[in-house]
């Protein structure tokens, strides 16, 4: 059964700082990857999607993520953190590239002044 | 270019009651899913429908738990009998199809409370 995993719950870092948050998944044949930035009381906005190609993958707000497929991972990173960056982070995949979306829990990220 | 509009944003609804939250996709898509987050949790598809068509439903409860997408008109999702655990946040999303290139639209979601 698919399934993706965020193993980093509550993740807290300090402005300027780089970040890096985990996503593993379990897919059988070639995955869909998204991630998802969620502010409280807001709905999902798209940082980036993997679909094929270059395996390193450029999102908005200075997000980027890199699809490893030997290591099941498509972990998210940003070389220095703001503070408008507090949020929740969700990764996704799908089976196509507009379809149903299989979601980890969520990782919260608090920034530090 | 409309997102996708979900209404109401909140909705409070005494246990018993039905509740009933639409989702309008963006313009030039067919396909709707919704999803549902539960408190601390993260979000859990329930439906994926095309006009006229439910294509799969394997994570609607059993009961209760409806939806529809008719030919005109916004998507519906309907609890009958809300009870308190229905209490959550229900997105909508949409996209062209599975044909297009494109990943699916989340709407802003309604947030329901059942008192």
């Known amino acids: 059964a698919q399934s993706v995993t965020q193993p980093d719950i509550h993740i807290t870092v300090s402005e300027g700082a780089s970040l890096e948050l985990r996503c593993n998944y379990s897919y059988g044949a070639t995955p869909y990857l998204f991630w998802y930035v969620q502010s409280p009381g807001q709905g999902l906005q798209l940082l980036l999607k993997y679909f094929s190609g270059d395996t390193l993958v450029q999102g908005i707000k200075g997000f980027e993520a890199e699809f490893k497929r030997s290591q099941s991972s498509f972990n998210l990173r940003k070389p220095s953190v703001h503070w408008s960056d507090a949020a929740e982070y969700f990764c996704a995949v799908a089976q196509n590239q507009g379809g149903k979306l299989i979601f980890g829990q969520g990782t919260e990220l608090s920034v530090k002044p | 270019n409309a997102g996708v509009m979900q209404n109401p944003r909140h909705l409070v609804r005494r246990r018993g009651q039905e509740a009933r939250l639409r989702c309008s996709p963006m313009?030039?898509?067919?396909?709707v899913y919704w999803y549902r987050q539960l408190p601390e949790e993260g979000l859990k598809f329930m439906v994926y429908?095309?006009?006229?068509?439910?294509?799969?439903e394997s994570g609607m409860p059993k009961e209760r738990f409806s939806a529809e997408f008719p030919k005109e008109g916004p998507s519906i999702l309907r609890i009958q009998q809300v009870v308190r655990g229905d209490s959550a946040a229900y997105f909508c999303?949409?996209?062209?199809?599975?044909?297009?290139?494109?990943?699916?639209?989340f709407g802003q979601g309604t947030r329901l409370t059942v008192v």
């Open positions: 999303a949409s996209s062209p199809g599975r044909e297009k290139n494109t990943e699916a639209f």
């Open positions: 313009k030039g898509h067919s396909h």
């Open positions: 429908l095309q006009k006229e068509n439910i294509i799969d």
